[in-house]
């Protein structure tokens, strides 16, 4: 079974600078894929990025970026230059091998203040 | 490109009233398609999945059931909702391709009042 853990109910960060939300997870697959969400209060839930586990390299789309470190079984999300938009709940989500269901983590709620 | 509707955006409802949410998607064809279900301030529940018009598969045995009557549209239905019913209730499609993201639909906020 997969299981994704995300530590920080909450995070601050001042608009222009980087911020990083933490994802670790755990699978006995060895294939798996990674994803982040965006839900803003408006309640949709947005795709952000997508890194599988075979990459070798970190995914990366605009603004984000994820630093994968299969080792440590970590994919925290790092978004650059952060805008007041960005202000929202990330979620970290995995899918392991063949069809299997996307699983969440808890959610981190990111403010960003001016 | 594809798209993903969902529809009511809200819904009051009274307990023991039935229940219909419906999502349909455009653009694609034979997508797998999701219901979760969120609680407030809470993480996503997944309550139904279909690969295939009139497959569903139940995640959590509950007073609700899915339905496929065609390609592209899933169904969310109760004969009679409970108040434990009340939540966000989120539609999703992705390909039928491993690790494909998940692609959702705006959401029904439902009161079960």
């Known amino acids: 079974a997969q299981k994704i853990t995300q530590t920080q109910p909450g995070m601050f960060v001042q608009e222009k600078e980087a911020v990083t939300l933490d994802c670790t997870y755990d699978t006995s697959d060895p294939s798996y894929g990674l994803f982040w969400y965006k839900q803003p209060s408006s309640g949709e839930m947005i795709f952000l990025i997508y890194q599988g586990s075979y990459d070798q390299q970190n995914a990366t789309e605009g603004r984000y970026s994820l630093n994968f470190q299969k080792a440590r079984k970590s994919a925290n999300l790092v978004i650059s230059a952060s805008q007041l938009g960005d202000s929202a709940m990330y979620f970290c989500?995995?899918?392991?091998?063949?069809?299997?269901?996307?699983?969440f983590g808890t959610g981190t709620r990111l403010l960003v203040s001016p | 490109s594809q798209t993903i509707h969902q529809w009511p955006a809200t819904l009051v409802q009274p307990v023991g009233s039935p229940l219909s949410l419906e999502c349909t998607v455009e653009g694609t064809s034979n997508p797998n398609l999701y219901w979760y279900r969120q609680a407030a301030g809470r993480g996503l529940q997944l309550l139904f999945y279909?690969?295939?018009?009139?497959?569903i598969s139940s995640e959590v045995p509950q007073n609700l059931s899915a339905s496929r009557p065609q390609d592209r549209q899933f169904i969310l239905s109760s004969k009679k909702l409970l108040l434990s019913d009340s939540g966000f209730y989120l539609c999703?499609?992705?390909?039928?391709?491993?690790?494909?993201?998940?692609?959702f639909g705006n959401g029904t906020r439902l009161t079960v009042t």
């Open positions: 999703a499609w992705n390909r039928d391709r491993e690790h494909s993201p998940l692609h």
């Open positions: 279909s690969v295939g018009i009139g497959q």
């Open positions: 989500a995995m899918k392991g091998t063949g069809f299997q269901k996307l699983v």
